[in-house]
Each structure stands twice: as C-alpha cells, then as structure tokens.
Nanobody, 121 residues
Framework: QVQLVESGGGLVQPGGSLRLSCVASGRIANIKRMGWYRQAPGKERELVAMIGSGGITNYEDSVKGRFTISRDNAENTVYLQMNSLKREDTAVYYC???????????????WGQGTQVTVSS
C-alpha cells in the first residue's frame, strides 16, 4: 500500500508565503514524477506544478515566478514553496504521484488527502 501525506497548508495574508510538503511511503519501486494540483470551490482541479525524477519542472502560468517545486528523491518527498500568495491561490492543494508499486511493478496514480491553503487578510 502506498500513501501520500501532505502537510504545510494554512491561513496566510496576501503577499505571504507557505511551504507544502508531501511524503510518499509504502512499497515503492519507483516514482518518476511528483506534483501538486489544486481545486478551488466551484472549479475543476488544475495542475499547479510537476517535477520529474531528473529535476525537470513545469508550472501553471499563474504561479510561474512565485511558486517553486522541488523534491528529495531519496526521501520520496516533494515540496512546493509558495511566495507572493494571492487570494486567487486559495484552494485545496493535492499531492500527486504516479508510482510503480513494489508489490507488482505496475504503475498506479496516487493522491494525497489534500491540504487547505487560504489567502486572506
């Protein structure tokens, strides 16, 4: 069984910063990509940022220059540093990883439980 556990959400004022973390645990053979999605009330879930095992990243246009994704491959952990936060960044943020399970060497999509980020004064 593989689990993704997020931490680091909360309430922050506009212009502030937060850092999200997500740890993947369980019988893991390989994780090629790890990333973050978000879903605001009444909106569809959207990709925020993704990082490959070699460090190649991609970002949603509205967060470029403000958010930075990074990962620790040895610890199966991905981070999202969010700076200059805006009210429109308010959403539930979900960690995502397609994981090759160590039990059967088949790739499955795994999601974290979500962490709330609220940007408000």
């Amino acid at each position: 069984q593989v689990q993704l556990v997020e931490s680091g959400g909360g309430l922050v004022q506009p212009g502030g910063s937060l850092r999200l973390s997500c740890v993947a645990s369980g019988r893991i053979a390989n994780i090629k990509r790890m990333g973050w999605y978000r879903q605001a009330p009444g909106k569809e879930r959207e990709l925020v940022a993704m990082i490959g095992s070699g460090g190649i990243t991609n970002y949603e246009d509205s967060v470029k220059g403000r958010f930075t994704i990074s990962r620790d491959n040895a610890e199966n952990t991905v981070y999202l540093q969010m700076n200059s936060l805006k009210r429109e960044d308010t959403a539930v943020y979900y960690c995502y990883a397609p994981v090759i399970a160590g039990t059967d060497w088949i790739m499955y999509d795994f999601w974290g439980q979500g962490t709330q980020v609220t940007v408000s004064s």
